[in-house]
């Protein structure tokens, strides 16, 4: 017996060599999703929007409105198909979990197991995992390329402040003890963002699973489910927003200028 | 004796701390490898997964943001351009505009002083001239006035000769004396005197 555990099943392959999960169909219907709108919203562009272009434009600027609020004319410049391109791919990846048959369309191999075809991109830590892991690399590329190396480190273990003799000494050990403390925030925080995702959509997953098992008609067991699906809309569009933000705030954070917003160093 | 079973001790309980340390470490490694079986994370998928990511950012990068950014960028653009050629619009306007107030305003000044020019002008030329006609009349008059006077003069002359001429015929005839030219004169003289008393 399989179903709804929190791994992806393997449709394709072996999962210790090349393998096509359920999760990664799904993300890559999202993504086809996704290129065929933005070719039909592109295809034939012009100054005075209209249908699709209308739309997409819409969409784009006020995404790129949202994150620039956040990071600032010149950082949401540089960052913004990241942010936006996993905003949109998040949130299609969510929803489309929510479509009926995603996990409830099941296929039986020798053993007797059943594994749904399909099944929610981010219900898979696979998938959280590889967005937080290249917002990571991308974060320190941008923090080092916007600050430098010497500016990096200084941001996080120099004392800020104007401090004299051995008060000097020792906020310099506390800074030091603090940086410390901020490396490990730094690198728990990728690991937060893809568990944070993964939890909320894999949970949601298993709680309308569970809650059509309640009734003992097949007939009814939308019902219970039903005003759930309502709030795993809202939930799909949170996580996506939550997500993103929280790695905007990030880049924000660490990209600050010594000279102003020491104060708002608060991790 | 003592001091050794305490170096013992020691060199044991450090042992024993290692191997602790070590329990530990392969407690975690075990609570890792339970964790990545468990959520079904192995190399192979994410990387596949981070391989599908990375496609999904550039081909949203190139063929989404790219033009849409593009396009949103142009328009904003054409928007300022089109604001400041309003600007530019307007304050051509208004140069324009107080332009061709002034222009009004210098015309006007202009068109009146020439009208008050022609004005005085007409006044002047108008007594020029009432004073030349005045003039010409009162030449005339007063040409009329001698040409009457010396045609009055010369018909008083003839007159008298005419009656100086009769008088003297007259006599001529009463008395049939054939006069000379001193009995005519004074004949003449004595008959105009007569007329002129």
């Given at each position: 017996m399989?179903?709804?555990?929190?791994?992806?099943?393997?449709?394709?392959?072996?999962?210790?060599?090349?393998?096509?999960?359920?999760?990664?169909?799904?993300?890559?219907i999202a993504a086809l999703l996704i290129i065929l709108f933005c070719r039909a919203a592109t295809k034939k562009m012009s100054m005075v929007p209209a249908g699709f272009q209308n739309f997409?434009?819409?969409?784009?600027?006020?995404?790129?409105?949202?994150?620039?609020?956040?990071?600032?004319?010149h950082l949401v410049k540089r960052t913004f198909w990241f942010f936006g391109g996993t905003f949109m791919l998040i949130l299609l990846v969510?929803?489309?979990?929510?479509?009926?048959?995603?996990?409830?369309?099941?296929a039986y191999d020798s053993h007797g197991h059943y594994h749904p075809v399909l099944r929610g991109g981010n219900a898979d830590l696979n998938m959280t995992a590889a967005m937080s892991v290249i917002f990571a690399i991308l974060w320190f590329y941008w923090a080092f390329t916007e600050n430098g190396v010497k500016g990096f480190f200084s941001h996080i273990f120099a004392p800020k402040g104007d401090f004299s003799g051995a008060m000097k000494v020792g906020m310099i050990i506390i800074f030091f003890l603090v940086?410390?403390?901020?490396?490990?925030?730094?690198?728990?925080?990728?690991?937060?963002?893809?568990?944070?995702?993964?939890?909320?959509?894999?949970?949601?997953?298993?709680?309308?699973?569970k809650l059509m098992h309640l009734v003992p008609y097949d007939w009814m067991r939308f019902l219970p489910a039903l005003p759930f699906m309502f709030m795993e809309l809202l939930v799909g569009f949170i996580q996506a927003l939550v997500f993103t933000l929280l790695s905007a705030v990030f880049l924000k954070l660490i990209c600050e200028h010594d000279d102003h917003g020491d104060e708002e160093h608060a991790h | 004796m003592c001091s050794v079973t305490v170096a013992e001790h020691n060199i044991q309980l450090e042992i024993h701390t290692h191997r602790k340390m070590f329990t530990i470490l392969a407690a975690e490694g075990n609570v890792i490898t339970q964790?990545?079986?468990?959520?079904?994370?192995?190399?192979?998928?994410?990387?596949?997964?981070?391989?599908?990511f990375i496609i999904v950012l550039f081909v949203l990068k190139k063929f989404a943001f790219g033009p849409i950014q593009a396009m949103l960028e142009q328009r904003k653009n054409r928007i300022s351009e089109g604001e400041e050629k309003l600007k530019r619009i307007e304050t051509q306007l208004a140069e324009s505009e107080e332009r061709t107030a002034a222009a009004i305003e210098e015309a006007n000044s202009t068109a009146k002083r020439l009208?008050?020019?022609?004005?005085?002008?007409?006044?002047?030329?108008?007594?020029?001239?009432?004073?030349?006609a005045i003039a010409s009349a009162q030449g005339i008059l007063s040409k009329a006035e001698e040409a009457a006077k010396a045609e009055r003069t010369q018909m008083v002359a003839e007159l008298k000769q005419d009656?100086?001429?009769?008088?003297?015929?007259?006599?001529a005839s009463v008395t049939g004396k054939v006069l000379n030219d001193d009995d005519n004169k004074r004949i003449n003289d004595e008959a105009v005197a007569s007329i002129e008393g």
């Open positions: 399989a179903g709804h555990g929190p791994s992806a099943d393997v449709l394709i392959g072996d999962k210790d060599s090349f393998a096509i999960t359920n999760s990664m169909v799904m993300v890559w997409a434009e819409w969409l784009v600027e006020s995404l790129y409105n949202f994150f620039g609020g956040i990071l600032g004319d969510n929803y489309l979990g929510l479509v009926p048959g995603v996990g409830s369309i099941v940086g410390l403390l901020e490396i490990i925030s730094i690198f728990i925080r990728p690991v937060a963002l893809s568990f944070r995702l993964f939890g909320n959509v894999f949970g949601g997953e298993v709680t309308l699973d | 964790l990545t079986e468990k959520f079904g994370i192995s190399w192979p998928l994410f990387i596949a997964q981070v391989v599908n009208i008050d020019e022609a004005k005085e002008s007409a006044a002047s030329l108008s007594e020029q001239k009432t004073q030349e009656f100086g001429r009769l008088v003297a015929a007259t006599t």
